[in-house]
């Protein structure tokens, strides 16, 4: 292994892209969410994705020259076609006209189309609630869990993101999947050749499985059992069915080159907490965050990716040396 300051690594995972076929943007733009993301200890949506990421270039599942086009065709709604490019230029255009649409309109919604892989999703709003916003982002992925009681993989993991503003400190940001754990940690897994623990993943039999290709293979424990399923589904309406992207059973696979475009669908909606009628939110914020810390063992959602952040910022990542000679 080698340890590259985050600049380093970026810059090298910009070569890497471009050298395989991007617009020198576009892989800018793909290597700061996968370094931030391993910066972040999000391993399973950092650098172990670089070797997907790369199959999917070279196939041409992903257009690496994509360009993304907004239309407005709502006073408050931005929407987004990612052009079957990577998700990541798609949602940096979001991120820049945001902010002061939702100013001038309150509330803002942003569809993105013909989309892909959007990585953490908690990057993505963080980066709206330090420009002021609180925003909420909600991504379908390919087919990994089940209707609840079912067998056969219908929705995806179907992250939610959440991001607020706080006061003089960095933003409360909540990042989850909806299955018990996000599927990235099991394709890292089944890249080093680890067993996943139990409870994570079913086999195509329904039995549950330590093996990570089974798990692949098979479907996701949804966080919650029923509930989380019931959550997932209402992820695939808002990021599916009101953007007009594919369904999770209907979407190819973030994890190989097989098939074409993924197809899959973001939605973000951006509030401006001060258009609420009122000058409250700040001290409301406060109120809760009090709250929350005051208790012994109790931290805001976010705290500890800051600080693997901070410690990544003043000691670097750590590189594999294959990554490097690609």
């Not at 993924?262 to 939605?267: I, K, M, S």
Request: aromatic content about 4%; overall charge negative; some cysteine.
């Amino acid at each position: 292994m080698t340890r590259l300051s985050i600049e380093q690594a970026e810059g090298r995972l910009t070569e890497i892209f471009a050298e395989a076929g991007a617009s020198p943007a576009n892989a800018a733009s793909v290597a700061w969410a996968l370094v931030m993301a391993e910066a972040d200890g999000l391993k399973g949506h950092g650098l172990s994705r670089v070797p997907t990421y790369l199959a999917m270039l070279r196939s041409g599942k992903i257009d690496g020259q994509a360009v993304p086009i907004e239309s407005r065709p709502k006073p408050g709604v931005l929407a987004i076609d990612a052009c079957h490019g990577f998700a990541y230029p798609a949602i940096d255009l979001a991120v820049i006209e945001l902010p002061d649409m939702t100013r001038a309109q309150g509330v803002v919604a942003c569809p993105i189309r013909r989309s892909s892989h959007c990585g953490a999703a908690g990057l993505h709003v963080e980066r709206l609630a330090q420009q002021g916003l609180v925003a909420m982002l909600f991504a379908n992925t390919p087919g990994a869990i089940a209707p609840w009681g079912g067998s056969k993989p219908v929705f995806g993991t179907n992250p939610i993101a959440f991001a607020a503003p706080l006061a003089g400190r960095e933003p409360v940001v909540i990042d989850m999947a909806l299955s018990k754990v996000a599927r990235g940690p099991i394709v890292a897994a089944r890249q080093k050749g680890e067993a996943i623990p139990e409870g994570w993943a079913l086999d195509v039999h329904g039995k549950p499985t330590t093996d990570a290709a089974a798990a692949l293979a098979g479907t996701m424990v949804p966080l919650g059992d029923a509930k989380g399923a019931t959550l997932a589904m209402m992820v695939e309406i808002l990021a599916a069915a009101l953007v007009g992207a594919h369904f999770g059973f209907q979407a190819s696979s973030f994890i190989d080159a097989v098939g074409g475009p993924p197809d899959t669908g973001q939605l973000i909606l951006a509030i401006d907490p001060h258009a609420m009628g009122g000058n409250w939110f700040d001290e409301r914020m406060r109120v809760l965050t009090h709250a929350i810390e005051a208790q012994e063992g109790t931290r805001l959602p976010g705290v500890r990716r800051l600080a693997l952040r901070a410690k990544a910022r003043a000691e670097g990542i750590e590189v594999g040396e294959e990554l490097l000679a690609l």
